[in-house]
């Protein structure tokens, strides 16, 4: 259904505001899903590795090609998933006890999670010698 170009879509759209809370929220919800995605993926390189030398080598030939990269970027990923997803549970946690939940507190929380888990990730895979 088309609108008049005077009349808006939503009224919250000229009210409202991007925030780090929200992109934190909006983040959280999509890494909860990446964190499904991504425990396929391990299953499925601890099945080829469980299954012997001959299987498992199928995985190396596809990790030593082109797609070897996105392979690598998919657990950079699904590292980066699970960290972010574990240090905005545990301001949940905070929010369920009832702290934290100022508004400019929480924005600047909401950015010390992002970048942590960023941080983190990058120590991950740095310190443990993967890249």
Do not use: C
């Amino acid at each position: 259904m088309a609108t008049r170009p005077d009349q808006p879509l939503s009224p919250h759209v000229q009210i409202w505001r991007w925030h780090a809370t929200m992109a934190s929220s909006i983040l959280h919800r999509a890494t909860g899903v990446a964190n499904y995605i991504g425990a396929v993926l391990v299953s499925l390189w601890l099945v080829l590795l469980a299954a012997g030398p001959e299987t498992y080598a199928i995985w190396e030939d596809l990790n030593a090609g082109p797609l070897g990269v996105l392979i690598t970027l998919a657990f950079i990923g699904f590292t980066f998933s699970v960290v972010f997803h574990l240090l905005n549970g545990l301001r949940h946690l905070a929010w369920d006890a009832g702290l934290g939940f100022d508004a400019k507190g929480s924005n600047l929380r909401s950015i010390l999670i992002i970048a942590g888990a960023v941080i983190i990730t990058a120590a991950i895979w740095i310190v443990g010698g993967l890249v």
